[in-house]
T-cell receptor
Framework: NAGVTQTPKFQVLKTGQSMTLQCAQDMNHEYMSWYRQDPGMGLRLIHYSVGAGITDQGEVPNGYNVSRSTTEDFPLRLLSAAPSQTSVYFC??????????????FGNGTRLTVT | DAKTTQPNSMESNEEEPVHLPCNHSTISGTDYIHWYRQLPSQGPEYVIHGLTSNVNNRMASLAIAEDRKSSTLILHRATLRDAAVYYCIQQPSGNTPLVFGKGTRLSVIA
C-alpha cells in the first residue's frame, strides 16, 4: 500500500496564482484532513472531511477550498495565493467510523513558497 | 486551541530512558490521550494512545495518572533516531479532528 500520497513535494507560486495540492489515500479511510505547519510551530487544521461529500472547516480555513468527491482523494485549493500561505502542508487520514481513536496516517508534506 | 501543556524542549543521553510529561487538566471522562512525533523534515507519526490504563507498544509506554489530568510518554532507551518533536493531544470521543499544540522538542545526545 502507498498510504497517504501528497503531490507535489515542492511548489513555488507567485502572489495571486492558484493551485491545487493533491492528497490521495489507498486505505479506504473515510476521514481525511489538511494541516499547515509554519516554521517552529505545531500543526494547524485547515479543513477536514468525515466522508465523501462532507467537508468542514478547521482553525485556519480562510484562503483555502476543499471538496471530497471520492473516498480516496481530498484536494486542497488555493484560489489566490498569498505570501502568508507559505508553509508546509500535510494531509492525514484515519480509518472508518467506529474506531475514532485510530491513529492518523500522514503524508510526507508539500512545501509551498509564495513570492 | 490545544488543551494540553508540554515543556518546549527536553534533552536526553543516548541509551537512557526518557520521560516526556503532558498536562491535560480539562480532560473529560471519554477523552483519549494521543501521542505523535515528528522527525525532521517528515510528517507526524503515531506513537501511542490510551484512555485510563497504562499502555505499551513497540515504540513506547504511556503512563496515565489516576486522576487523568496528566500523562507521561516513556521511551525506554533513547536513540539518536528518537530526536523529534513529540505532541501530546487530548482527543474527544467522536469523529473529531486532532488539534496539535507546539509539542516538546527532544534532543538526544550521543
Amino acid at each position: 500500500n502507498a498510504g497517504v500520497t501528497q503531490t507535489p513535494k515542492f511548489q513555488v507560486l507567485k502572489t495571486g496564482q492558484s493551485m491545487t495540492l493533491q492528497c490521495a489515500q489507498d486505505m479506504n479511510h473515510e476521514y481525511m484532513s489538511w494541516y499547515r505547519q509554519d516554521p517552529g510551530m505545531g500543526l494547524r487544521l485547515i479543513h477536514y472531511s468525515v466522508g465523501a461529500g462532507i467537508t468542514d472547516q478547521g482553525e485556519v480555513p480562510n484562503g483555502y477550498n476543499v471538496s471530497r468527491s471520492t473516498t480516496e482523494d481530498f484536494p486542497l485549493r488555493l484560489l489566490s495565493a498569498a505570501p502568508s500561505q507559505t508553509s508546509v502542508y500535510f494531509c492525514a487520514s484515519r480509518p472508518p467510523g467506529y474506531s475514532y481513536n485510530s491513529p492518523l496516517h500522514f503524508g510526507n508534506g508539500t512545501r509551498l513558497t509564495v513570492t | 486551541d490545544a488543551k494540553t501543556t508540554q515543556p518546549n524542549s527536553m534533552e536526553s543521553n543516548e541509551e537512557e530512558p526518557v520521560h516526556l510529561p503532558c498536562n491535560h487538566s480539562t480532560i473529560s471522562g471519554t477523552d483519549y490521550i494521543h501521542w505523535y512525533r515528528q522527525l525532521p523534515s517528515q510528517g507526524p507519526e503515531y506513537v501511542i494512545h490510551g484512555l485510563t490504563s497504562n499502555v505499551n507498544n513497540r515504540m513506547a509506554s504511556l503512563a496515565i495518572a489516576e486522576d487523568r489530568k496528566s500523562s507521561t510518554l516513556i521511551l525506554h532507551r533513547a536513540t539518536l533516531r528518537d530526536a523529534a518533536v513529540y505532541y501530546c493531544i487530548q482527543q474527544p470521543s467522536g469523529n473529531t479532528p486532532l488539534v496539535f499544540g507546539k509539542g516538546t522538542r527532544l534532543s538526544v545526545i550521543a
